[in-house]
Structure formats: structure tokens, C-alpha cells
């Protein structure tokens, strides 16, 4: 087992299974969370036959192992980890002057398929642990010797479709015996779930919503993003409209601009007419290329056009600054390989 997979509730009931006094569960929370310990050796305010006794009883820590680390000249990283299994993931690291943010991964592979994303060419393999998804954000910090401020589900895989462990995840992160970490600071991306968007509204948890919608048509939806066969359009906005009126918080709408594809004056048209007035926000993102396709990034002038464009309908928008492609760590490009 591995304790990061534990509540803090949970964690002390299993110390008391264990006949180990609860107050321990406060000292392995404030170890493994606050002083990021990846062994039993640094706790040293435990007894020494506590810690042989978790050792014996096979009790983890950390399930990744680094396997490399790349560094662009604006300071992003990406890091490729190997889990227990062999099985590999990627999480980016995003430092700026006001905050340093983890994009995490709740997957091994995605099996969504979108044609405009590298991480889907091999599918889906499983779901990632609570765990996991953790030890990513932790090793990061410690790695960079960093306080991580702000987290994003933005990494490999369908975030709601690992609802339950993403959410456990996000709640002992929340938790400040945990990281602390405000749920405001939290975004989670998806390609449109429904089901998944309809429970994060019922959720207790005020953490920011970002649908990758790409397209304002189900035809070129459908196209670009099998998964709209499943969840159209109109049945998606419905879900953000109740989202919206549950938690009056706004959804960010991400928009990948492909030359050629959906960056056309009848596709902004489209996206106006689809969005206005909604309480969102639209974050307009230069494509980023990946191997095997003919998909090319849109124009400047295009990008710009498309932006004022939004701004013009009264539809808040920006345009995201392009951080991590020399990497191959940018949107849509993580594909586990380093």
C-alpha cells in the first residue's frame, strides 16, 4: 500500500488498526506534505521500530521513479516518471513570477483520440492512483526546490474519467494538514464528460473548470474530437450552464487555432454565437505540432484576428503564451517518451 493514497482520515484509521497511535497519522501527513519526505529514514520524530514496522509491512511513499528531467531557456520542465509497473507518464513543470504550476497527469495514455493531440496515438492504459497523481506534484516541488502554488489536470489522460481518485487527490492536496493548496489554484481540463462536469458541480470543491472545445460545429467537432459523437455540442454547453449556475464560477472554453481547420471568420462566428453571454473565458492557443500530421499551427495575424474578434462580442479571451514546445511539453504534445 502506499500512504499517499490515504485520506488523513483514512490514514488514522489505519494506524489504529495497526494498534499505532492515531497522533502518528499528523506526523507522516506533515512529512510526507509539508517537509516532503520520499523515505522513512527522514522521519525522524517516528521511533525507529515504527518506521522498520512500515518498512516490513510493505507501506510506500513515493511510487515514481525519475527516468529524466529537460529544462527549457523560459525555465519550463518536463519530467518523465516510471511507475511501479514500468509504465511511464509526463508532468510539466510551469514556474513564472507570481506562481509555479504542475501540469499532472490522471492516466497512463488517453483514450480519447483527438486528432490534434500526440498523447492518444498509443490509447488508453489505465487510470493513475491517488497516489500517483500525487507523488507527481511532491517530487516536482522537491525537485525544484519549489512551493508549488497552482496545479492543473492538463497532463495525460481524461481527468473525469478517473473522477473518484482525481477528486480524493485534489481534497488531501485541499487539505491544510495536507498541501495546502487553495481550491481556486486548482484547474481541472477536460474534453467534455458530461457526467464528470455535472458531479463537479455538485462537488464541494471550488476549483476552476476548463472544457477543450477546439471547435463550434459538431461536424468539425466530431472530426477533431471523437468524444463529441458521445457528447454534443449542445449537450455539453447544457452541462457548463448548470455548472455555471450551481457554482457561479466560469468555465474557461480552450481553443487550439489550426491553420486552415477552425480558425476561419465562419468559425469564429460560430464560437460567438455559441458563447455569448455565458460567464466564460476563452484561452485561444497556438497549435502546437506534433509528429505524423499535416496540421500546422495558424498565422499570427490569424490568432490576432480571431482574439479581437472575441473580445469585440464581449467574450473575454486571451491568447496563451507559448511555453514548453522545444520540449515537446506543450499542449496535446506529451506522449511518455521524455
Known sequence: MNFKNLSFTELQEYLKEQNIPVYRGRQIFNWLYQKKAFSWDEMTDLPKELRRR????NVGINSLRLVSRIRDNDGTEKYLFELEDQSKIESVYLPESDRNTVCFSTQV?????????ATGRNGIVRNLTVGVIIDQILNISKLTGTQITNIVAMGQGEPLLNYESLMKT??????????????????ISTCGIIPG???????????????????????????????NKKY??????????????????????E?????????????????????????????????NPI?????????????AEFAAGLN???????????????????????QSKG
Open 54 to 57: 512500515f518498512i516490513d509491512l
Open 109 to 117: 495514455g488517453c483514450g480519447m483520440g483527438c486528432l490534434f493531440c
Open 170 to 187: 485534489l481534497r488531501i492536496l485541499n487539505d491544510p494538514k495536507g498541501l495546502g493548496l487553495g481550491a481556486r489554484r486548482i484547474t
Open 197 to 227: 462536469v455535472l458531479k463537479l458541480a455538485e462537488a464541494d470543491l471550488q476549483v476552476n473548470l476548463a472544457i477543450s472545445l477546439h471547435a463550434a460545429d459538431n461536424q468539425l467537432r466530431d472530426h477533431l474530437m471523437p468524444i
Open 232 to 253: 454534443p455540442l449542445e449537450k455539453l454547453l447544457e452541462a457548463c450552464d448548470h455548472y455555471i449556475a450551481k457554482t457561479n464560477r466560469r468555465v474557461t472554453f
Open 255 to 287: 481553443y487550439a487555432l489550426i491553420d486552415g481547420i477552425n480558425d476561419r471568420k465562419e468559425d469564429l462566428q460560430r464560437l460567438i454565437k455559441l458563447l455569448t453571454g455565458k460567464l466564460c473565458h476563452v484561452n485561444l492557443i497556438p497549435f
Open 291 to 303: 509528429p505524423d500530421t499535416n496540421f500546422r499551427r495558424s498565422n499570427p495575424k490569424t490568432i
Open 312 to 334: 469585440s462580442a464581449h467574450i473575454e479571451t486571451t491568447v496563451r503564451k507559448e511555453r514548453g514546445s522545444a520540449l515537446t511539453a506543450a499542449c496535446g504534445q506529451l
